[in-house]
């Protein structure tokens, strides 16, 4: 501060000098974010007006908000110019501000600020990252957000940085935070999709070459198991009661057809061909009946052990009828009627051989 005279009238002068001074500072004149939420905040009367407009896409919209856009992408200063001294400013009594800086002067203070890296790390008033949201760069090249600088100087009343306590520093709307956030998105993006690629890659590899250890080899196998069979399950038919009437009515008509090409081709055996039969079944050397396991020369004896007295009675021996059928097998011949009363149908068949034939009772034993 220079020397001041002693003079009533210079005393007077530098006492008004210092008043206005004071005054000019506790009206908040200084701030550079205090007065941009008043001015761009729209009033209720206008919220209404534009919604009664109707809504019109001419293009113009879009071409105004891709200024914007372009606008809101440009680094601009908030406070280019400097407001204009105070009477005490001019007599000296009070430090004047620094001049504006200029532009190769604010590439310094960024150059600074990105070496520190406060773009990259949160806000250091809300303590969250800038994300898309409006950021300012001081003079002292600190970074924060634009909304939590205006709130700090309204609260503070006084142009102090938060971090450092510059005095009356120069703001400057920067977007690096924006630009980092970005590129953080499209980093996280591409990790994702790429992992997406990978997994897709290993499960196609996974389903076509088998793995060397040997229990994923064994389920390998195993999925591609049941990959084909629910892959046959699909293909087929479903209705099943519809599958089997469709086997039983091709199983009859092919019964029908044997039936017929049987009735047609049958005659009568000569006493000849039954001698040739004979001896067939004779060759065999079958001497157990198919049906009941005993021997066909006769029957195995029945003892009938009856407690009384202290004695025992045997029955007696009997024998059964053999009979032998034109496909040269032989039975008893109760053996026999049991199976084809059993059976049903009209024609009877060999329960061996499963074929129709003709029956001749034996006389003699065999």
């Known amino acids: 501060m220079k020397h001041i005279s002693t003079k009533p009238d210079t005393t007077v002068l530098v006492a008004v000098a210092l008043q206005d001074h004071i005054m000019r500072n506790l009206q908040l004149q200084n701030l550079s974010l205090s007065h941009t939420s008043t001015t761009n905040a729209p009033t209720k009367m206008n919220c209404y007006r534009n919604a009664a407009k109707p809504v019109v896409d001419t293009g113009r919209k879009r071409n105004e908000k891709k200024k914007i856009k372009q606008k809101e992408e440009k680094e601009y200063v ?3 110019k400097p407001l204009s001294l105070t009477l005490a400013q001019k007599m000296g009594l009070v430090e004047a501000p620094n001049a504006a800086l200029t532009a190769s002067e604010w590439q310094l203070v960024k150059k600074r600020s990105l070496q520190q890296g406060d773009s990259a790390q949160p806000c250091a008033i809300c303590r969250e990252e800038f994300g898309m949201k409006q950021q300012v760069l001081l003079s002292c090249s600190h970074v924060f957000h634009r909304i939590c600088l205006q709130a700090f100087e309204k609260f503070s009343g006084r142009k102090s940085c938060p971090m450092c306590r510059k005095e009356q520093y120069q703001t400057r709307v920067i977007h690096d935070g924006a630009r980092l956030f970005r590129m953080k ?5 591409q990790s994702h999709w790429r992992g997406y690629v990978v997994r897709k890659w290993y499960k196609q590899l996974r389903r076509t070459v088998p793995p060397k250890d040997k229990r994923l080899r064994q389920r390998f196998y195993e999925d591609k198991l049941q990959e084909i069979n629910d892959r046959l399950v699909r293909s087929c038919n479903i209705n099943i009661d519809e599958l089997f009437s469709e086997i039983d009515h091709s199983v009859a008509l092919s019964r029908r057809v044997l039936q017929q090409f049987a009735r047609q081709r049958v005659h009568i055996i000569s006493e000849e061909e039954w001698e040739q039969i004979q001896l067939k079944a004779i060759q065999r050397e079958v001497f157990d009946c198919p049906i009941c396991i005993t021997p066909l020369d006769h029957l195995s004896s ?5 407690e009384g007295h202290g004695g025992r009675e045997q029955s007696r021996l009997l024998v059964r009828q053999t009979v032998l059928l034109s496909c040269s ?8 009627k049991a199976f084809e009363d059993f059976t049903e149908g009209e024609d009877h068949i060999c329960p061996l051989c499963r074929s129709t034939y003709e029956k001749k009772i034996l006389s003699i034993k065999l």
Do not use: N, V
Not at 185 to 189: D, F, K, T, W, Y
Not at 302 to 306: I, L, V
Not at 329 to 336: Q, V
């Open 78 to 80: 908030l406070d280019p």
């Open 329 to 336: 097998h032989t039975f008893h011949y109760t053996c026999l």
């Open 185 to 189: 998105c499209a980093i996280r993006i």
């Open 302 to 306: 029945r003892t009938c052990q009856a």
